[in-house]
């Protein structure tokens, strides 16, 4: 069960003025379930994005690059889920192509106009035909009134084994006009992004200039998709794209440190931070969600050095499953995570509000009942401290149940 996540309701979400949804069921993995989702935008659209950095990057994802590279004017997305397309070689690369090509024509576009996205299971061929059958009905869909049921339809629709959809909005002030922004995201499982199976796409009718899209996921990402951790591994599929239609009325932003750019990310920045912790809450088994959270280092990347060697251990994760304050083990994550001059007599380590170590040893005051005690809440804290600087940084996770190996090992069937 995923840890307080609820299924997102359709009147909470909020359509996007210049960008129409439509899902259908396509039956490419299962029968009678949505699986395929176009995201159509109007003229005058611009897109960012942040795709894996994993070499096997699935074929989507290179003919995203490719598209977004050649400088057109992205005016749809379409995304399949059953399937990833990855380990698919030049065939995967043709499925993928097609797919823009066959939406494309049906839109009276380029098809590199077109970004396509997968999720699903690797090394096993896109059925195409399926996914190209059942476009229609998903531009059919498309054609009605927007809504926020359109944005809930999607978020179901690009779920793998995901147990909730996870969808958001918000409305906000931007330059004296109403902007508002809803956003989807997928993922339970083989989730460490590092912009790097996730997906997650957010549309805002606010103006902003085309050259700072990528800066603009860029920065999303980094204060949410990359800092979250289910089991360390990088998708061949992770993608991260960001619409802005520019039917707001805003005086267009064309800095992100200028007062409007900063409003703009102080708004959109916790929507895709709900969305990243929505997916580390329906992390595969997870019974907890934890905050890892290291400060007094030297750098921003060596308290991420740090934080994501707790948060990827398999020890320190099935000892919060268990509630066992075997805390020695978040100690050793520390030491090994490769800051090659830590000074260990001047670490600190709390859990929630209890302080564990000090000067790199037991605290005098510190009882195994009162770290139980916190092991055993749903939400957890770890804070870390180095001695070394003034740098902190965030990784959010959860605990590794027996439940994850059985889904992993259950997936294909």
Not at 11 to 34: D, M, N, S, T
Not at 96 to 108: D, E, I, M, N, S
Not at 128 to 156: C, F, I, M, T
Not at 166 to 189: D, M, N, P, T
Request: charged fraction near 20%; aromatic fraction near 4%.
């Amino acid at each position: 069960m995923p840890v307080q996540l609820n299924t997102p309701l359709a009147e909470e979400l909020l359509p996007v003025a210049g960008v129409r949804i439509g899902v259908a069921q396509a039956g490419i993995r299962k029968p009678k379930r949505k699986d395929l989702t176009v995201f159509l935008l109007d003229e005058g659209s611009v897109v960012g994005a942040v795709f894996t950095q994993n070499r096997f990057a699935a074929a989507p994802v290179q003919v995203c690059r490719e598209h977004l590279g050649a400088g057109s004017a992205i005016r749809a997305l379409v995304i399949n889920t059953g399937n990833a397309n990855a380990g698919t070689g030049a065939p995967g690369l043709a499925s993928a192509r097609q797919t823009c090509t066959v939406l494309a024509r049906a839109l009276g576009l380029r098809h590199e106009q077109v970004l396509p996205f997968s999720t699903g299971v690797i090394l096993e061929p896109l059925p195409l035909e399926r996914l190209l059958a059942g476009l229609p009905a998903a531009l059919a869909d498309a054609a009605a009134v927007p809504s926020g049921a359109h944005w809930l339809s999607a978020a179901q629709g690009i779920m793998t084994t995901d147990t909730v959809p996870k969808a958001a909005s918000l409305r906000f002030e931007l330059g004296g006009r109403s902007v508002c922004a809803s956003g989807i995201a997928k993922g339970a499982g083989m989730i460490r992004p590092n912009m790097a199976t996730m997906l997650g796409f957010v549309a805002t009718d606010a103006c902003v200039a085309p050259t700072l899209m990528d800066a603009l996921a860029r920065r999303l990402a980094d204060a949410s998709f990359n800092r979250i951790s289910i089991d360390g591994d990088t998708s061949t599929n992770d993608s991260l794209v960001v619409v802005a239609t520019g039917q707001a009325g805003n005086a267009c932003v064309s800095d992100l440190d200028s007062a409007d750019g900063l409003a703009l990310l102080a708004a959109l920045t916790p929507l895709a931070r709900q969305l990243a912790h929505a997916i580390v809450r329906d992390g595969e088994g997870a019974t907890k969600f934890i905050t890892v959270q290291v400060e007094g280092g030297q750098c921003e990347a060596e308290c991420l050095q740090v934080a994501y060697a707790v948060a990827h251990s398999p020890l320190v994760k099935t000892a919060f499953f268990a509630s066992d304050p075997n805390l020695g083990r978040i100690l050793a994550a520390v030491g090994y995570a490769g800051v090659a001059d830590l000074d260990a007599s001047r670490v600190e380590l709390h859990l929630g509000d209890v302080h564990v170590v000090t000067q790199g040893g037991r605290h005098p005051a510190y009882r195994e009942e009162d770290g139980q005690r916190v092991m055993k809440e749903a939400e957890i804290v770890v804070r870390i401290g180095l001695g070394r600087g003034q740098a902190s940084q965030t990784v959010w996770t959860c605990d590794l149940s027996h439940d994850y190996v059985s889904i992993n090992a259950d997936y294909r069937s």
